[in-house]
């Protein structure tokens, strides 16, 4: 089974944006950039591909999964996928643009991202937001938090779930450029502590 990597930057208080969806306080040192599109080439928009000098093959995810307000800024520049070369599923109620790399989803949310899960293929990134983080927190087996150097005080929380009380294992800490933090946590199994 695939896993459902939730790969986000996020501020230390915990928001993945303000409170209009602005990530205009995220670190974009191009140090930090040119070490994460290494990583993940893949999740690297495909505008910014070109500018950015980003050239290479998926290397973890071929799935993207997001919410209406997370795809939005690819309609709002003109662009019907922001990721074109990703199987990309966008949960909304609203229609989108014809775009034959762009999968409509709308109901069962938990349902689809599990049939997702069971299909061949690499792993799935979601990509966001948080409130469709947490439709699917259950479902999530990784999450890798860029952590940003900047407090928001409120905005789109990580996960948007209530109290849930879920506990998760720290996997791997990594320092990046631009004093942003990558906290890697893996779903803690049953039975381990």
């Not at 299909?119 to 890798?144: F, K, N, S």
Request: with cysteine.
């Amino acid at each position: 089974m695939r896993d459902l990597v939730y790969y986000v930057a996020t501020s230390l208080d915990g928001f993945v944006a303000g409170p209009r969806g602005e990530v205009d306080d995220f670190a974009l040192d191009p140090r930090l950039l040119a070490e994460l599109f290494e990583r993940y080439p893949e999740t690297c928009p495909a505008h910014l591909r070109g500018p950015l000098g980003v050239t290479g093959d998926a290397r973890r995810f071929d799935t993207v999964v997001m919410g209406a307000r997370t795809h939005q800024p690819a309609l709002d520049a003109g662009l019907t996928s922001a990721y074109p070369h990703l199987d990309q599923h966008v949960v909304t109620h609203r229609e989108l643009p014809d775009d034959p790399s762009v999968t409509r989803v709308e109901g069962d949310v938990v349902a689809h991202v599990t049939a997702l899960r069971s299909a061949p293929g690499r792993d799935i990134w979601l990509c966001g937001g948080g409130d469709l983080a947490g439709q699917l927190v259950d479902l999530v087996d990784e999450l890798q938090l860029k952590v940003n150097p900047v407090l928001l005080g409120e905005g789109v929380p990580l996960a948007r779930l209530g109290y849930a009380g879920r506990a998760w294992r720290l996997a791997d800490v990594e320092r990046l450029p631009g004093d942003v933090v990558l906290l890697t946590y893996r779903r803690r199994d049953e039975g381990t502590s």
